[in-house]
Protein backbone atom coordinates (compact mmCIF):
# COMPACT_ATOMS: atom_id res chain seq x y z
CA UNK A 1 0.00 0.00 0.00
CA UNK A 2 1.21 3.90 -0.88
CA UNK A 3 1.70 5.85 1.72
CA UNK A 4 -0.33 9.12 1.42
CA UNK A 5 1.21 11.56 -0.68
CA UNK A 6 1.98 15.13 1.42
CA UNK A 7 1.59 18.57 0.01
CA UNK A 8 4.59 20.63 -0.30
CA UNK A 9 4.30 24.40 0.77
CA UNK A 10 6.91 26.92 1.35
CA UNK A 11 7.19 29.91 3.55
CA UNK A 12 7.10 32.80 0.71
CA UNK A 13 10.76 33.65 1.26
CA UNK A 14 12.08 30.26 1.46
CA UNK A 15 11.03 29.75 -1.92
CA UNK A 16 12.23 33.47 -3.26
CA UNK A 17 15.75 32.24 -1.75
CA UNK A 18 15.66 28.69 -3.08
CA UNK A 19 15.20 29.98 -6.40
CA UNK A 20 18.54 31.49 -6.18
CA UNK A 21 20.29 28.19 -5.92
CA UNK A 22 21.85 26.33 -9.14
CA UNK A 23 19.71 24.07 -11.00
CA UNK A 24 21.51 20.94 -9.89
CA UNK A 25 20.79 22.30 -6.34
CA UNK A 26 17.38 22.60 -6.55
CA UNK A 27 16.47 19.59 -8.52
CA UNK A 28 18.41 17.44 -5.99
CA UNK A 29 16.56 19.04 -2.76
CA UNK A 30 13.02 18.99 -5.00
CA UNK A 31 14.35 14.86 -5.05
CA UNK A 32 14.46 14.97 -1.09
CA UNK A 33 10.90 16.68 -0.63
CA UNK A 34 9.12 14.70 -3.23
CA UNK A 35 10.81 11.71 -0.55
CA UNK A 36 9.53 13.05 2.43
CA UNK A 37 6.22 14.01 0.96
CA UNK A 38 5.57 10.08 0.28
CA UNK A 39 5.88 9.57 3.93
CA UNK A 40 10.19 8.60 3.66
CA UNK A 41 13.66 10.56 4.54
CA UNK A 42 15.85 10.82 2.08
CA UNK A 43 19.95 10.31 2.11
CA UNK A 44 20.22 14.01 2.09
CA UNK A 45 18.01 14.55 4.88
CA UNK A 46 18.81 14.83 8.85
CA UNK A 47 16.95 15.49 11.61
CA UNK A 48 17.94 19.35 12.29
CA UNK A 49 19.00 19.68 16.28
CA UNK A 50 18.41 22.35 18.10
CA UNK A 51 14.74 23.16 16.65
CA UNK A 52 12.96 19.87 17.89
CA UNK A 53 11.44 16.95 15.92
CA UNK A 54 9.92 16.82 13.40
CA UNK A 55 12.14 19.25 11.61
CA UNK A 56 14.47 18.18 8.77
CA UNK A 57 17.49 20.09 6.85
CA UNK A 58 18.75 18.62 3.40
CA UNK A 59 21.76 19.50 2.56
CA UNK A 60 23.42 19.83 -1.16
CA UNK A 61 26.88 20.18 -1.77
CA UNK A 62 27.84 21.86 -5.01
CA UNK A 63 31.12 22.57 -6.78
CA UNK A 64 32.18 24.87 -3.23
CA UNK A 65 29.42 25.50 -1.63
CA UNK A 66 26.38 23.65 0.30
CA UNK A 67 22.84 24.81 -0.58
CA UNK A 68 19.92 23.93 2.55
CA UNK A 69 16.54 23.65 2.57
CA UNK A 70 14.88 22.74 5.97
CA UNK A 71 11.30 21.78 5.80
CA UNK A 72 9.21 21.04 9.13
CA UNK A 73 6.37 17.84 9.07
CA UNK A 74 4.52 18.58 12.45
CA UNK A 75 2.70 21.97 11.28
CA UNK A 76 -1.12 20.24 9.50
CA UNK A 77 -0.97 18.02 6.69
CA UNK A 78 1.53 19.45 5.12
CA UNK A 79 4.97 19.67 4.52
CA UNK A 80 7.06 23.18 5.07
CA UNK A 81 9.46 24.05 3.80
CA UNK A 82 10.73 26.99 6.15
CA UNK A 83 13.92 28.14 5.13
CA UNK A 84 16.62 28.08 2.10
CA UNK A 85 20.00 29.09 2.68
CA UNK A 86 23.26 29.10 0.98
CA UNK A 87 25.98 28.06 4.17
CA UNK A 88 28.44 30.51 4.04
CA UNK A 89 30.70 29.58 7.06
CA UNK A 90 33.51 27.60 5.51
CA UNK A 91 34.92 26.38 9.11
CA UNK A 92 31.82 25.43 10.65
CA UNK A 93 29.87 22.47 10.27
CA UNK A 94 26.74 22.93 12.12
CA UNK A 95 23.90 25.51 11.22
CA UNK A 96 24.29 29.20 12.24
CA UNK A 97 22.23 30.50 15.49
CA UNK A 98 20.83 33.52 12.84
CA UNK A 99 19.30 30.71 10.84
CA UNK A 100 18.48 28.72 13.58
CA UNK A 101 16.67 31.65 14.98
CA UNK A 102 14.82 32.22 11.44
CA UNK A 103 13.70 28.82 11.53
CA UNK A 104 12.16 28.95 15.22
CA UNK A 105 11.30 32.17 14.71
CA UNK A 106 9.27 31.02 11.19
CA UNK A 107 7.90 27.38 12.48
CA UNK A 108 6.44 29.60 15.43
CA UNK A 109 5.05 32.22 13.46
CA UNK A 110 2.94 28.64 11.18
CA UNK A 111 1.82 27.16 14.39
CA UNK A 112 0.01 30.23 15.41
CA UNK A 113 -1.63 31.06 12.25
CA UNK A 114 -2.86 26.92 12.10
CA UNK A 115 -4.60 27.85 15.49
Excluded: C
Excluded at 3 to 23: G, H, L, M, Q, S
Excluded at 61 to 68: C, E
Amino acid sequence: MLKPRREIVWFKRAKKDFNTFPEVAKDKILDALVVAGQGDTSRLSKPLKGIGGGVFEIAVKYRKDVYRAVYALKIEKEIWVVHAFKKKSKTEIKTPKSDIDLIKARIKFLKEQMK
